[in-house]
C-alpha cells in the first residue's frame, strides 16, 4: 500500500504539470487576437517551451538524483506556477519567451517524467518499476482529459488572460504533493531488487557509458520523433480544426480524448513492459502513428473524424514513456535514472521545437499543415525502425511465490 500512495502521489503532481503545459494551444489564437503578435512569433514561444523542458529534465534529474526529488519538484511548481501569472503582462514575443517559453516551461519540466519517474523506480522492486511508470504517466494524460475542457472553459468565461491566472492558481496547488516526495530514497537491499543491477558507477562515467552506447542512442533518436509529433499536434491541432470551418470545441474535446485515450495506452504499456521487450513495444507505437495519420489525411474532415483520430493516437501518445524508462534502466540501473531519462526527454524536445516552430511556419508559408503531416508519417516509420536493433535482453517472468 506504502507504494501504491507514492506512485498516485506522482501521478497527481504529473497531472497538474502536464496538464496544463499539454493544454497551451488552446492558448495560441486568443493571445493573437488579443497582442497581434502573429502565429509565428507566439509559435516560436510555445517551440522554445518545448526545448526548454526538454533542457530542464537532465538537470532537474541530477537535482534529484544527488538531493532527492522534493527540492525539484517544488521549485518546478513555483517557476511554472510563476510563468503562467507573468504571460498575461507580456506584449512582445520576447515577453512570451521568457515567461512562457523559459518559466512555465522550466517549472512544468522540473516536476515531470524524470523526476517523478526516477523517484518512484528508485523506490520500487524492480517488477513493479513498469507498471508504476505507466500509472504515474496515466496521471499526466489524465491532467490532459481534464485541463483540455477547462481551460478553454475558462477562457470562454473569463479571457485568455483570467484562465492563465486561473492555471497559475492551479498550478500552486501541486506544491503540498512535492512536500511528500522530497525524501530521499533509502538504499536499495536484495528484496527490493528482482535483478543485478550494473555495477555502480558514478554521475560522470554512466554518462560516458551512455553516450557510447548505440542502443541509448536510437532510443534517443525515436523519442526525437515522439517529440515532434505531440509538440506540432498540442501547438496546432486548433489551428488545423478552424481550417476544416469546425468550432474551437472540437479541439478542446480533441485533446481531452487523447489525454483519456492514453490513461488506457499508458497502463498498457506499463503492463506490456513486463511481459515483452520495450523495443517492440515501441516500435509498434510509433508505426500505428504512421497508419493513423496517413488514414486522417484520408478521411472527411468533419468532428467525428477528429474524436476518432484524437483516440487512436491518445493510446500511444505519451505511453512511449514507460518503455522507454524501461530500456534506460535496463541498460544503465536506477542511481542515475532521473538523469539518464531526462536526458532522453532533451532529444523528445529537440524534436518537439522542432515541430511546434515549423507547424507555425508552415500555415503562414503554404496556408495549412500537409507538409508537416507528410513529415510526421516518414518521421514516425523511421522511429520504429530504430527501436528495432536496440540491444535489450529478452523479459524474464517473475516467478511467483509457492
Not at 133 to 155: E, R, T, W, Y
Not at 213 to 223: K, V
Not at 239 to 245: A, F, K
Amino acid at each position: 500500500m506504502r507504494h501504491w500512495g507514492l506512485i498516485l502521489l506522482a501521478a497527481g503532481l504529473l497531472a497538474i504539470t502536464m496538464g496544463g503545459r499539454q493544454t497551451l494551444g488552446l492558448f495560441m489564437s486568443p493571445i493573437n487576437t488579443s497582442t497581434g503578435l502573429g502565429i509565428t512569433t507566439i509559435s516560436f514561444a510555445m517551440a522554445v517551451a518545448q526545448f526548454v523542458w526538454g533542457a530542464i529534465q537532465p538537470v532537474a534529474g541530477a537535482v534529484a538524483d544527488r538531493w532527492g526529488p522534493g527540492r525539484a519538484l517544488a521549485a518546478g511548481v513555483i517557476l511554472m506556477a510563476l510563468g503562467a501569472a507573468l504571460t498575461p503582462m507580456m506584449d512582445s514575443g520576447l515577453g512570451l519567451v521568457f515567461s512562457i517559453g523559459f518559466l512555465l516551461a522550466a517549472g512544468s519540466g522540473a516536476g515531470s517524467f524524470s523526476v517523478l519517474i526516477g523517484a518512484a523506480a528508485q523506490r520500487l522492486p524492480a517488477h513493479r518499476r513498469g507498471i508504476a511508470a505507466g500509472v504515474i504517466n496515466a496521471g499526466g494524460s489524465f491532467g490532459q482529459f481534464v485541463f483540455a475542457p477547462l481551460l478553454q472553459k475558462l477562457i470562454s468565461l473569463f479571457g485568455w488572460v483570467g484562465a492563465m491566472y486561473s492555471l497559475a492558481l492551479i498550478t500552486l496547488a501541486a506544491l503540498p504533493m512535492a512536500r511528500a516526495l522530497r525524501a530521499r530514497p533509502a538504499p536499495a537491499s536484495a528484496s527490493t531488487t528482482a535483478e543485478a543491477p550494473p555495477a555502480e558507477r558514478g554521475m560522470r562515467d554512466t554518462l560516458r557509458a551512455a553516450f557510447a552506447d548505440r542502443s541509448y542512442l536510437l532510443l534517443h533518436a525515436g523519442f526525437f520523433t515522439c517529440g515532434f509529433h505531440i509538440a506540432f499536434l498540442v501547438t496546432h491541432l486548433p489551428g488545423e480544426v478552424s481550417l476544416c470551418g469546425l468550432p474551437v470545441e472540437v479541439a478542446s474535446w480533441s485533446l481531452a480524448i487523447i489525454g483519456l485515450a492514453n490513461i488506457a495506452g499508458s497502463l498498457y504499456a506499463g503492463w506490456c513492459v513486463q511481459r515483452y521487450r520495450s523495443k517492440y513495444v515501441l516500435a509498434w507505437m510509433y508505426g500505428s502513428r504512421a497508419v493513423l495519420v496517413a488514414l486522417y489525411l484520408m478521411a472527411p474532415k468533419t468532428a467525428m473524424t477528429f474524436y476518432i483520430f484524437a483516440a487512436g493516437l491518445g493510446f500511444t501518445w505519451l505511453a512511449t514513456v514507460p518503455p522507454t524508462a524501461g530500456v534506460v534502466g535496463k541498460l544503465f540501473g536506477t542511481r542515475y535514472l532521473a538523469t539518464l531519462f531526462g536526458l532522453t526527454l532533451l532529444s523528445h524536445q529537440v524534436g518537439g521545437f522542432l515541430g511546434a516552430w515549423l507547424g507555425g511556419i508552415a500555415i503562414v508559408q503554404t496556408g495549412d499543415y500537409q507538409w508537416m503531416w507528410y513529415a510526421d508519417i516518414a518521421l514516425a516509420a523511421l522511429a520504429a525502425v530504430a527501436n528495432l536493433p536496440i540491444r535489450e535482453a529478452p523479459v524474464t517472468p517473475r516467478l511467483q511465490p509457492a
